[in-house]
Structures are given as C-alpha cells and as structure tokens.
C-alpha cells in the first residue's frame, strides 16, 4: 500500500519560498498524477495543482504565478514551491496521488507550514 | 466550477440518517467524490464517480447524483461518523471542493 510523506520547514519568513517534498513510499511515482492541496486552520481545502510522472504540470490560477513543482522519479519524491509567501499562505500542506479510478485515495498525513517573521 | 454544500453545520443524534447536498454551479457529470475529515488528519475518501464506494467504507455510507446536484447520504450514524465531509469536483481544472459540512453530535 502506497505511503505518502510530506517533509519541509515548518515556519517560513513572509516573501520567501515555501519548499516541500513528498516522499512515496510502498510505490513508484511513475504513471500517476501527484498533487499538493492545502487547508488553512479551521478553513476548506484548495487544490494547489498536480505533476504527472512525465514532468508535466497543471496549477491553480489563484496560484499559478507562484508555484512550480518538479518530481524526481530516481528518488520517487516530488516537491512543491510557493514563492513570495504571505500568511495567507499558512496552511497544512497535503500532498496526495491520484489513483487508477482518477480520484485522490492516498493522501499524506499533512504538514503544517507558518508564514511568520 | 463552484461547488455549495448544504447544510454547512449539522447536529445529529446516533443512529440518524444524515443527507448532505452538494451543488455545483455548472454540470459536472459524475466527477464527484466525497471526503470525511477528522481533526488532525487528511481527508479519508468515501465516495467516488458520485456513488461508488471506496473499498473499506462501510455501506452505511451512500452517494447519487449527476450534473449539478449531489447527495451524500449516512444511515444510521455511528459515533466515529462524527467528522466533517468535502465534496470534490474533477470535471475540470482548477479541481475544487465544497466548503465543508460539520456532523456534530445532539
């Protein structure tokens, strides 16, 4: 059974960039569809975008100018990064695969990212 | 694609039945799924295609629908159902999900 695992600095300084990977784990990232989605505290959640294993990438207008993921399937990791932050962008960051049936059935365990100074 | 989930606060008793509502603002086919959110843990999928159940889920949990307006539906609530529920569409891109309903206990 596939294992997912975000890993990355919990507290991140306003107009830095956000840097997280996803480790997998029980599996090859290979010919699936990866995504990073994030949850503010006490907020819904918001699809940040995916990267399939061939490299390519769709993103989120509301953040598209902002994100770049990149996958690295020697390593079966891949990473999200969100530049110029804010505190909005504080959130838990999950990232989550999407299966055969094309819906998101694993999913990380989430980390909590804080954009403070 | 918008999507409203109604009611956005629920309280119930063990052993209700519970229908949530999702709505989406344009025809999203059956590209629908539904999460149950614990606190401090990831989304758990229960339903995807807007009715399959995800293997594991207990059959209590059930979903119908098609086109703009979707309904997931708990028999016989159990203590562990006590959670709050996304719907999520995949129709289209960016992919989106419903502001969230809150089961709590009467």
């Known amino acids: 059974q596939v294992q997912l695992q975000e890993s990355g600095p919990g507290l991140v300084k306003p107009s830095e960039t956000l840097s997280l990977t996803c480790t997998v784990s029980?599996?090859?990232?290979?010919?699936?569809?990866w995504s990073w989605i994030r949850q503010p505290p006490g907020q819904g959640l918001e699809w940040i975008g995916y990267i399939y294993s061939s490299g390519s990438t769709n993103y989120n207008p509301s953040l598209k100018s902002r994100v770049t993921m990149s996958i690295d399937i020697s390593k079966d990791h891949f990473s999200l990064n969100l530049s110029s932050v804010t505190a909005a962008d504080t959130a838990v960051y999950y990232c989550?695969?999407?299966?055969?049936?094309?819906?998101?059935?694993?999913w990380g365990q989430g980390t909590l990212v804080t954009v403070s100074s | 694609i918008q999507l409203t989930q109604s009611p956005s606060f629920l309280s119930a008793s063990v052993g209700d039945r519970v229908t949530i509502t999702c709505r989406a603002s344009?025809?999203?086919?059956?590209?629908l799924a539904w999460f149950q959110q614990k606190p401090g843990k990831a989304p758990n999928l229960l339903i995807y295609?807007?009715?399959t159940l995800q293997s594991g889920v207990p059959s209590r949990f059930s979903g119908s629908g098609s086109g703009t307006e979707f309904t997931l539906t708990i028999t016989s609530l159990q203590p562990e159902d006590f959670a709050t529920y996304y719907c999520q569409q995949l129709n289209s891109y960016p992919l989106t999900f419903g502001g969230g309903t809150k089961v709590e206990i009467k």
């Open positions: 344009q025809g999203i086919s059956s590209y």
């Open positions: 029980g599996g090859s990232v290979n010919y699936y569809y």
């Open positions: 989550a695969r999407r299966d055969n049936s094309g819906y998101y059935s694993s």
């Open positions: 295609a807007a009715s």
